[in-house]
């Protein structure tokens, strides 16, 4: 734990109140603090009493008037004013074991930190949790908090996640539901282990906890994993029991609750080769970051879009994308040379070497398999096309630490970054910057 002030943002509440760098915060409104939770909590009010330790030892209290809600504006060591904490589990699915040797530390880091999961949305097991932490979450109504859930039969749950206390977390899960806690779950289903009736049972009981939302999505299995447990990927008649399973408990909700709350991923629909719901199934997308409904608001979003511009007189262009989504950037395309029919660009369906052609995302395709895939094609158009989830979050780099750079010096092209939007998909198509 660190609670030393490393740096005070310009202007704000705790520079005003001539809070120093070097002090060490230990209450807000006589509330102890030990992490980021406690902080952010405990200094929402508009007047907070901060009571720090100067460097010689002696404490002084500071009265901080600002607006509700407002940050203080003090920095610490760590965001979280502690160390991330490892996971304990085990997972028989879990992607990090099944990295190839030679890559970056932070990529072989599993975290499983309740605290990261209501600042940033991760998803974890809760099994790393105490009584004590799971009572704080109670106490201060800490939500809404998100949980990898996989499957609610204990004695599966402990050999999914590979912890012989898993089935503890359980417990965790009914007492949050019971104090109003909003939880969102995801069940990655392997197949031939938490598939079928075990899958039914899982979904029965989280709407008997009470979970807001939860998404359904396929393993995802690379090239590596060799003493490893096996599993199979879910194929089309798999995806296909998936999403009638999922339906018909949506159904149930809808009529119980006034919400589907069960959704499925975009790429079982791929994967079953079935069209995309409609907008109306993902009510509010609440589970968007899991990949369902990303190509829906897409398609939605890019033909909103494409009814604004006026002029397609652009350079010509390649969209080079993961092979799952291929096909629907494809239509997309198409739309636009409808509408433009003197318009020039292709999609180009990254295959995933790196990883191996079991992984069909976008947000998993490295720099190299795009240089050297790229580089055979007979046709490239004037500038590259990518979206911004291939590259590591917040840095610009993907996966394999090859750089945007790399890739246009590879090309001899530029590259044109679109977030994982239509409209920025539609502006990045149509934009007559020369580097955007």
């Known amino acids: 734990m660190s609670t030393v002030i490393t740096s005070i943002d310009s202007g704000s509440p705790a520079e005003k109140a001539k809070i120093r760098v070097g002090e060490k915060l230990l209450r807000l409104n006589g509330h102890e603090i030990a992490d980021v939770l406690d902080y952010r909590f405990f200094c929402y009010d508009p007047v907070v009493k901060a009571e720090l330790e100067e460097e010689d030892g002696s404490c002084r209290t500071v009265k ?4 509700e809600g407002e940050d203080l504006g003090l920095n610490f060591d760590t965001y979280l004013m502690d160390e991330p904490r490892p996971c304990s589990n085990h997972c028989i699915f879990c992607f990090v074991d ?3 040797p030679g890559m970056r530390d932070t990529l072989y880091f599993k975290d499983d930190d309740a605290r990261l999961s209501f600042l940033m949305g991760n998803y974890i097991t809760l099994t790393n949790l105490t009584e004590r932490e799971a009572q704080r979450i109670i106490d ?5 908090i998100n949980v990898s859930v996989q499957a609610t039969e204990p004695q599966l749950r402990r050999t999914l996640l590979g912890n012989r206390n898993a089935d503890r977390s359980i417990g965790y899960m009914r007492a949050f539901g019971e104090a109003g806690i909003e939880m ?37 299995l690379t090239q590596y994993r060799k003493g490893l447990a096996k599993i199979k990927a879910v194929d089309r008649e798999k ?15 809808k009529e119980k609750y006034g919400t589907r709350k069960f959704f499925c991923a975009d790429e079982l629909y791929l994967t079953a080769e079935l069209p995309l719901p409609e907008e109306s199934y993902y009510e509010d997308y609440r589970q968007l970051d899991n990949g369902v409904g990303m190509l829906r608001s897409t398609m939605n979003e890019f033909m909103d879009a494409l009814s604004d511009v006026e002029d397609g007189d652009v350079s010509s262009f ?18 636009a040379k409808e509408k433009f029919p003197r318009l020039r660009g292709e999609v180009a369906a990254i295959r995933n070497d790196f990883f191996g052609h079991t992984i069909t995302v976008s947000g998993l395709v490295t720099g190299q398999d795009m240089i050297r895939q790229l580089s055979s094609r007979e046709w490239l158009g004037e500038r590259i096309i990518f979206p911004a989830n291939m590259l590591r979050h917040g840095v610009d780099v993907f996966l394999d630490d090859v750089t945007p750079d790399d890739v246009e010096r590879a090309l001899n092209r530029p590259l044109f970054c679109s977030e994982t939007d239509g409209y920025s998909l539609c502006d990045s198509i149509f934009s007559k910057e020369e580097n955007p």
């Open 64 to 67: 901080i008037r600002k607006e």
């Open 98 to 100: 099944q990295m190839p």
């Open 140 to 144: 201060l109504r800490i939500s809404p």
């Open 184 to 220: 969102n779950g995801q069940i990655v289903v392997c197949p031939d282990w938490n598939d079928g009736e075990h899958l039914k049972r899982t979904i029965e009981d989280l709407m008997d906890i009470g979970f807001h939302s939860c998404s359904v999505v396929p393993v995802g």
């Open 239 to 253: 995806a296909l029991e998936i999403i009638e399973t999922v339906d018909h408990y949506g159904e149930i909700c």
């Open 318 to 335: 390649t969209i080079a994308t993961g092979v799952a989504a291929a096909p629907f950037i494809a239509r997309l395309v198409d739309a």
